[in-house]
């Protein structure tokens, strides 16, 4: 009997710290002007003490800002393009003077392209891959010690189910997130025994913009998202902080999703191969 209520009241206290992890907490996102990123911060704003929120566009920024704004909480807005190192190292180095203690380090942002690989524009792809690899890497490269410095942090990074197969069409896009997946699995194993933790999120079909970015001007090719698959947004953001206050290393959104990547992974690669043929 003594056990059950030592056990249990253990239990309360577990699920009591994984609650308040968010609470006055000093987040840094990025990607943070639409989609998943504004609302990572908006979940987020009623909890934590200090938002730095990291975009292309300043206008969208600021807009958000003035809708979260509350007492005690500080809001710093940085406009950056983080394809460009340069921009990413001045972001750090802002991080710096402004001396914020980091403790969530949410890796949002990212670039899709659709089409064909053979026709897509080199510069758009040398974008894709400083944001969606060099920045995510070098961001949490950066921020590291400083996380490791915090009683707890943690460090989320959106990947996708792309990156769980091979898909054509989005070739670079999919290699990018498998990379991201592997990269925060691996530093999880790392990280195991000190304060960080290490989520990454693996979201399906999301009502944002990235559909439409991804879209080629020169060649349009519509996503193909079934409605049946999509997530919403606010969904997908409470599913992946509860992931984070809960510690674990992986959550891909959405009952059905889920299911469809468990039985995609169990499936040889010969079968995948033919449906991939039927994709193209």
């Known amino acids: 009997m003594r056990e059950t209520v030592r056990l249990a009241f253990r239990g309360i206290l577990l699920q009591k710290k994984r609650m308040s992890f968010f609470n006055q907490c000093t987040a840094l996102i990025t990607g943070a002007s639409s989609g998943l990123g504004t609302e990572f911060a908006r979940q987020l704003a009623p909890r934590a003490s200090a938002l730095v929120l990291v975009a292309r566009r300043q206008d969208r920024l600021e807009a958000l800002a003035g809708e979260l704004a509350r007492p005690g909480l500080t809001i710093v807005t940085h406009r950056?393009?983080?394809?460009?190192?340069?921009?990413?190292?001045a972001l750090l180095r802002r991080l710096e003077e402004e001396a914020l203690p980091v403790n969530l380090l949410i890796n949002n942002a990212g670039l899709g392209d659709h089409g064909f690989f053979e026709r897509s524009d080199w510069e758009r792809v040398r974008q894709m891959l400083g944001v969606n690899i060099g920045a995510l890497t070098r961001l949490?490269?950066?921020?590291?010690?400083?996380?490791?410095?915090?009683?707890?942090?943690?460090?989320l990074n959106v990947s996708s189910v792309a990156g769980?197969?091979?898909?054509?069409?989005?070739?670079?896009?999919?290699?990018?997130?498998?990379?991201?997946?592997?990269?925060?699995?691996?530093?999880?194993?790392e990280l195991r025994d000190t304060s960080v933790r290490v989520t990454v999120l693996c979201p399906g079909p999301v009502s944002t913009e990235f559909g439409e970015v991804a879209q080629r001007?020169?060649?349009?090719?519509?996503?193909?998202?079934?409605?049946?698959?999509?997530v919403p947004a606010v969904r997908v953001v409470e599913e992946a902080l509860r992931a984070v206050e809960a510690d674990r290393p992986r959550v891909i959104p959405g009952w059905l999703v889920a299911a469809v990547m468990l039985l995609s992974a169990a499936l040889p690669l010969w079968i995948l191969r033919l449906a991939m043929r039927k994709q193209v």
């Not at 769980?164 to 194993?189: C, D, G, N, W």
């Not at 001007?217 to 999509?230: F, V």
Request: proline share 14%; charged share 20%; no cysteine.
């Open 80 to 89: 950056a393009d983080l394809a460009d190192p340069g921009e990413a190292a």
């Open 140 to 155: 949490t490269h950066a921020l590291l010690p400083t996380l490791l410095n915090q009683p707890e942090a943690a460090i």
């Open 164 to 189: 769980m197969v091979p898909i054509p069409k989005m070739a670079v896009y999919a290699a990018t997130k498998a990379y991201v997946s592997s990269f925060s699995e691996s530093l999880r194993a």
């Open 217 to 230: 001007l020169t060649d349009p090719d519509p996503l193909p998202a079934p409605e049946l698959l999509k």
